[in-house]
């Protein structure tokens, strides 16, 4: 199914709905009060993941010289896990992220744009899963590149996609664009978070093309709302 399919409809919508003048007292009102949906909040999502069960068959690090306390557990139609964020620059060059801002930078990201490009973390808001390991494999588990994420911190929720692979023993990863819509300093040399940051991954979904960012908010709304609120 193509989101983005989704997206447009509605804007087509938008554009064909009339003019209406401005519109009598309400109690000359007719028909149904129309209301749009209302977002789901953070602590809607944080409340949904207060309970782990691991499916993972062990514990990741935050860093590479941090204990192992990590788990991935499920609930649902959802994994998710509660670390840190380290910022990833990888994919295109731009001008935040390029061989000058980050001392890691690689040009290649583990999933690429419909034009065969690699993604741009500066720009696509995406996560970073781990390695499939005897630890935990994302692909076992409905995820795969495109994926759809709400990343929660503090008492904002933002969507992104997953978008790129990382080691095999480390999680708590996102693109500079993730970073910077959560209000985390983006920085790939002194930017990220050291904890409160909450991955919720939805299984078997799919944003097509990975690049459409609009797709993936349009996507993760709703899926959101029906993992918050489904009883």
């Not at 509605?10 to 009339?18: E, I, N, R, S, T």
């Not at 909040?41 to 204990?67: F, I, M, N, W």
């Not at 999933?111 to 973390?121: I, K, N, P, T």
């Amino acid at each position: 199914m193509r989101f983005q399919s989704l997206t447009l409809a509605a804007a087509g919508a938008a554009l064909l709905a009339p003019t209406l003048p401005p519109p009598d007292p309400p109690a000359a009102q007719d028909g149904p009060e129309v209301h749009r949906e209302v977002d789901v909040s953070a602590a809607e999502l944080l409340a949904k993941v207060q309970d782990c069960t691991p499916v993972s068959h062990g514990r990741y690090r935050s860093d590479g010289d941090a204990p192992a306390t990590i788990p991935v557990c499920g609930a649902g139609d959802v994994v998710f896990w509660k670390a840190d964020m380290d910022i990833d620059c990888d994919g295109q060059p731009t001008d935040h992220c390029n061989d000058r801002t980050d001392p890691y930078f690689s040009e290649a990201t583990a999933f690429r744009q419909s034009d065969g490009r690699y993604l741009s973390a500066e720009h696509l808001p995406y996560i970073v899963v781990p390695t499939p390991s005897d630890l935990w494999d994302y692909a076992a588990h409905g995820i795969r590149g495109g994926s759809v994420a709400a990343v929660v911190y503090r008492d904002r929720v933002r969507y992104a996609v997953v978008g790129d692979v990382g080691p095999r023993d480390i999680i708590g990863e996102a693109s500079y664009a993730t970073a910077e819509a959560l209000g985390i300093p983006p920085d790939p040399r002194t930017g990220g978070t050291a904890s409160g940051v909450t991955y919720i991954v939805f299984k078997n979904t799919r944003v097509t093309p990975i690049e459409d960012a609009a797709a993936a908010v349009t996507a993760g709304e709703q899926l959101a709302r029906e993992f918050a609120r489904g009883g």
